[in-house]
């Protein structure tokens, strides 16, 4: 079965400063990788997501996620962070054989300090 | 464009009560699903619906929950009777398709917060 991990639970940076966010999948062939944000009493809103072709992916707001096969990785990145990013972060894959069950880490709390 | 529209936001009820869900898809999406997203946790899919009729819905303790989407536009999910361990927010999401890839891709409403006491 398809899992995610992201190893952490809660990560403080300093506006300004740049930020990477990790997540380790566990899948057999490439899947589908998205990241989504959560602020406090809202939805999930879409960051970004990997299908295929360039590994490097830009999404909105500034971030960027990096799939590396050869880690099972899709760490999302942003060189500046700014005060509005604090939320909670999910990283989530998609069994590209079922092509629809969205699986979703734990999540990685963001917070930032002024 | 509208987005998923879900109600109430908020509700409390004591353990063994019932409570229903609605949700409104954005329009045109065929696909509809239902995610418990546990305080600490990442969502958990509940069911997915395909216009009305059910993908999958191998993860909803069916003793207790109950979901429909008549006519496959709205959905109401239903808890029956409620545990204290069904307290979490309950999350509405829609897509074009089954099948996510390309620009088929989920969007969530805001999600309902249960407390069950």
């Known amino acids: 079965a398809q899992s995610v991990t992201q190893p952490d639970i809660h990560i403080t940076v300093s506006e300004g400063a740049s930020l990477e966010l990790r997540c380790n999948y566990s899948?057999?062939?490439?899947?589908?990788l998205f990241w989504y944000v959560q602020s406090p009493g809202q939805g999930l809103q879409l960051l970004l997501k990997?299908?295929?072709?360039?590994?490097l992916v830009q999404g909105i707001k500034g971030f960027e996620a990096e799939f590396k096969r050869s880690q099972s990785s899709f760490n999302l990145r942003k060189p500046s962070v700014h005060w509005s990013d604090a939320a909670e972060y999910f990283c989530?894959?998609?069994?590209?054989?079922?092509?629809?069950?969205?699986?979703f880490g734990t999540g990685t709390r963001l917070q930032v300090t002024l | 464009e509208a987005g998923v529209a879900q109600s109430p936001r908020y509700k409390i009820i004591e353990k063994r009560q019932s409570v229903a869900f609605w949700c409104n898809p954005i329009?045109?999406?065929?696909?509809l699903y239902w995610y418990q997203q546990i305080l600490g946790q990442g969502p958990k899919l509940l069911i997915q619906?395909?216009?009305?009729?059910?993908?999958?819905d191998s993860q909803l303790p069916k003793d207790r929950f109950s979901a429909e989407r008549l006519k496959g536009v709205d959905s109401t999910l239903k808890i029956q009777p409620a545990k204290l361990e069904d307290s979490a927010v309950y999350l509405c999401?829609?897509?074009?398709?089954?099948?996510?890839?390309?620009?088929?891709?989920?969007?969530f409403g805001a999600g309902s917060r249960l407390t069950v006491l």
């Open positions: 329009s045109g999406h065929a696909t």
């Open positions: 619906f395909q216009n009305n009729g059910v993908v999958d």
């Open positions: 899948y057999g062939a490439t899947p589908y």
């Open positions: 999401a829609s897509s074009l398709g089954d099948g996510l890839g390309g620009a088929n891709v989920l969007t």
């Open positions: 989530a894959v998609v069994n590209t054989g079922t092509a629809s069950k969205l699986t």
């Open positions: 990997y299908f295929s072709g360039d590994t």
